[in-house]
């Protein structure tokens, strides 16, 4: 199913409030940790300031307030009128071969796997907010009903946690996931390459990291599950990064992203690429307790296939992917 993509004759004031309201998620990825070292580094070095002290307030508010707080507030953020402006920053379209009622109406969970992860998923903002302020599908439900795995630092870290909240996140873990896929409505969003992908974002070669992910297939043979591969063009040209080969030792040893990435102005802000997002049919796995090692091979490169076959039929709706190979590391 195609869904009505935003028309491309935005006005300046939309696409400028697009911009700012899209930028604000990744200046938190900045601007949270700076705050967070600068405020306890003050409060050791002087301990008797009071400015220290009050540097130390939006961080005691973040660590007081759960994140089920700001999950509640996900459809009155995402259907605000600056929110919804952020698609017409990009010139969003997106093109679903499985719909949102599709996943609800259905007895199986589904893992939806997202590719690629770049410096911050964009196009998956950009979905979120198409899908709250759709009459159908999960709507503000979302954040319940498909929430999206991350890295358990995600979750705790102050400020940071607070602003991607609202997507409605789960831990990352073997054991957390096992446990949601048990039970009924279990769908999950995951970013199967994880943080090291972010390493491999460039302008002129797509690179998705899968060959050595295939812990989603098992899991999902365990549990019964299904598995949707969803690809996100514009992920990775919206930000550019810095790609050293020790910020990603760091990165995985912190179980967070620690680079340096730039956009429009050389700040920490999205560039106006173009946004596709495109979901795929489900692999229709069948349910194996204890799937072997054959079983996992089999279905990964049934993924592999299918979302190789993806990138190349919808490419050609993204100008900047239109000669692009999709490389899998």
Request: hydrophobic share 45%.
């Amino acid at each position: 199913m195609v869904l009505k993509s935003p028309p491309v004759d935005f006005v300046l004031q939309e696409r400028t409030v697009g911009f700012l309201a899209a930028s604000v998620f990744s200046v938190a990825y900045v601007a949270a940790p700076i705050h967070v070292f600068c405020a306890l580094g003050c409060t050791v070095r002087y301990p008797t300031w009071w400015g220290a002290w009050m540097m130390n307030i939006p961080i005691l508010v973040s660590l007081m307030v759960p994140c089920r707080v700001v999950e509640r507030l996900a459809n009155p953020i995402f259907t605000s009128w600056p929110m919804q402006q952020i698609p017409k920053y990009f010139h969003y379209e997106e093109y679903h071969e499985t719909t949102d009622s599709e996943f609800r109406s259905s007895s199986k969970n589904f893992i939806v796997g997202a590719h690629p992860h770049g410096v911050f998923s964009f196009c998956g903002v950009c979905a979120a907010v198409m899908t709250h302020g759709a009459r159908d599908g999960f709507g503000a439900a979302l954040a319940e009903e498909a929430p999206t795995a991350a890295a358990s630092v995600v979750k705790i870290f102050p400020i940071l946690k607070d602003v991607l909240a609202v997507f409605g996140l789960i831990d990352a873990s073997s054991s957390t996931l096992s446990k949601r896929l048990s039970k009924p409505r279990g769908t999950f969003v995951l970013y199967i390459g994880g943080m090291i992908e972010l390493f491999y974002s460039s302008p002129k070669e797509e690179v998705v990291f899968l060959k050595e992910r295939k812990g989603f297939i098992k899991l999902a043979l365990r549990s019964g599950a299904d598995v949707v591969p969803v690809y996100m063009f514009g992920n990775t040209t919206v930000l550019s990064v810095l790609a050293w080969g020790p910020l990603a030792s760091l990165s995985r040893s912190l179980g967070m992203s620690v680079t340096f990435f730039w956009g429009r102005f050389g700040l920490p802000m999205p560039n106006p690429v173009h946004m596709t997002y495109v979901r795929g049919r489900p692999l229709g796995m069948p349910h194996i307790e204890n799937p072997s090692a054959e079983d996992v091979e089999k279905w990964h490169a049934v993924y592999c296939q299918k979302l190789t076959e993806l990138f190349d039929n919808y490419k050609g709706r993204n100008p900047d992917y239109k000669h692009k190979k999709l490389i899998i590391k």
